[in-house]
């Protein structure tokens, strides 16, 4: 191996190490992300305001306003600084009236001088207060005398102590001379604009989403096999588009299965016709063993041609509606018993179930009486849950191989020309059931019965 050869190899294993971290990392990140589109565009709205406000909050604080703060608190230093000399230079004023009035008049800062046992021992510090230690630091720069700071005790006033040679100067100034008292006003607007904005946005945003939801409702029912009458394209352009294009694609695929069911129906009519003219033709030729299995046959195919019709005819124009499954199984019981079979029903959960019921009618009942044909005690039993109505009808038959449970679905399939010529049917009833099944967005699957023979199981979304 040349040493490129090594380096190459080198930079393969890295880049595969960082594309597995960011895989990983990817997963991470996608775990704890919201994962409804409302929720996600709120967070695309909020995340960047709250960082933008973060920082601008930050950044003024942290500048404008511990600056203003700091200057206001030094010029309200500077004039008690002031005062303080000036009743060290003129002591000749006994009682400091002059001083007082000037510091009335011109700098809006009542003194007054107490006894040196008036001063305070320090007291705690407000945990956090921009004044305090403003006040403070300058104090300490500017006097460098002992002082106490009270800038809590009134609401708009701050007291200053600080002792002098022979005894204690009181001052108070207003807060809004030492401090940027507005500045609060300026987070709260910026907050109180950003909350307004919010919800503006969160209601837009909802309408937004609305016409997805809706399309999303629309599509699954359409699965299902129910109309949404009240839906129609609305929104945003994309969406209205996504809308038009499902709406084009059902009309197209109910056009296209009508169509063939259509055709269907007019070749097996057709042929019907024709059968009967066989027929008639067939009972001219008179007897014979040969025409009587020719009779035989055309019989057969004139039950075929009629259980396909009664089909084709039958699947058109119902509307889903809200159906009790547990009367409808017991009425599907009751029809078994009528041919002399013992059957059972169990029904768990909720009965209310939204399907076509002349058509879910005709499902369970091929399942039921195939179960009749082949044995001789049923057992039907309905479940539904938050998803799915699962009905499963077992028998204690012969049931079917393995091998041939995906066969018998075929139309015209027939397992039973061995075992029964006379009773068999068409072979058209499991076709019908799961396209029954399918056009309600289930399916059925054919397995082992607990009780010996075949396990039928239809199972459709709620
Ligand atoms: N419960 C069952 N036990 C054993 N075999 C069954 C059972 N159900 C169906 N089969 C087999 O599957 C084949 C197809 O059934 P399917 O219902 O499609 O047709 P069919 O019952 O023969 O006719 P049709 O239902 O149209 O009257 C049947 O011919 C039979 O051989
Ligand atoms: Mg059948």
Redesign the pocket.
């Known amino acids: 191996m040349t040493t490129l050869d090594v380096g190459i190899a080198r930079l393969r294993s890295a880049a595969v190490h960082v594309s597995d971290g960011w895989t990983r990392f990817n997963r991470t990140f996608k775990s704890f992300m919201p994962k409804g589109l409302y929720a996600r565009s709120l967070l695309i709205i909020i995340a960047p305001m709250v960082i933008l406000q973060s920082v601008v909050a930050f950044v003024f604080m942290e500048r404008h306003w511990n600056l203003v703060t700091q200057n206001l608190s030094a010029a309200v230093v500077q004039d008690i600084a002031a005062l303080a000399d000036m009743v060290k230079t003129f002591p000749q004023d006994a009682d400091h009236k002059d001083v007082k009035r000037i510091a009335q008049d011109r700098l809006g800062l009542v003194i007054d001088f107490l006894p040196i046992s008036d001063m305070p021992p320090p007291g705690p510090k407000p945990f956090f207060s921009l004044l305090d230690q403003a006040l403070s630091v300058e104090v300490r720069k500017q006097i460098g005398r002992p002082f106490w700071i009270d800038t809590v005790g009134r609401s708009n006033l701050v007291e200053i102590r600080i002792q002098l040679d022979n005894s204690v100067l009181r001052v108070f100034a207003k807060r809004s001379a030492a401090y940027a008292s507005n500045s609060e006003i300026f987070l709260l607007w910026m907050v109180g604009t950003s909350l307004v904005l919010l919800t503006v946005a969160i209601l837009f945003l909802r309408n937004q989403i609305r016409p997805i939801l809706s399309l999303a409702d629309a599509a699954e029912s359409f699965g299902k096999g129910r109309e949404a009458p009240n839906f129609r394209p609305r929104g945003a352009r994309e969406v209205r588009r996504a809308a038009q294009a499902f709406l084009e694609m059902k009309i197209r695929i109910e056009r296209a299965l009508e169509q063939r069911t259509a055709m269907l129906a007019g070749v097996s009519h057709d042929l019907r016709t024709m059968l009967t003219r066989f027929k008639l033709e067939l009972a001219l030729l008179g007897d014979g063993p040969e025409v009587e299995a020719l009779k035989k046959d055309t019989d057969e195919m004139n039950a075929m041609l009629e ?1 396909y019709l009664a089909f084709a005819r039958g699947d058109s124009g119902e509307q889903s509606a809200p159906t009790d499954m547990a009367v409808f199984l017991d009425e599907l019981k009751t029809d078994a018993e009528r041919h002399g079979h013992n059957a059972s029903v169990t029904f768990h959960g909720y009965p209310i179930v939204t399907v076509r019921s002349a058509a879910f009618k005709r499902c369970l009942g ?1 399942l039921v ?3 009749a ?3 001789d005690s049923i057992n039907i039993t309905g479940h539904r849950d938050h998803r799915w109505l699962t009905v499963t009808v077992d ?1 204690d ?4 191989p393995q091998s041939m449970r995906e066969e ?1 679905f075929k139309p015209f ?4 020309d061995a ?1 029964n010529q006379d009773e ?8 019908i059931a799961r396209d029954i099944a399918r056009s309600h967005g289930g399916d059925i699957m054919l397995g082992d019965s607990p009780m010996g ?2 396990r ?1 199981t239809v199972r459709v979304p709620v």
């Open positions: 259980a091929n009486s195939n179960a044909r082949f044995a028998d038959g012969p049931g079917i018998v399939l027939r397992l039973d075992r068999g049917g068409t072979g058209l009833g499991l076709a023979g075949l039928a």
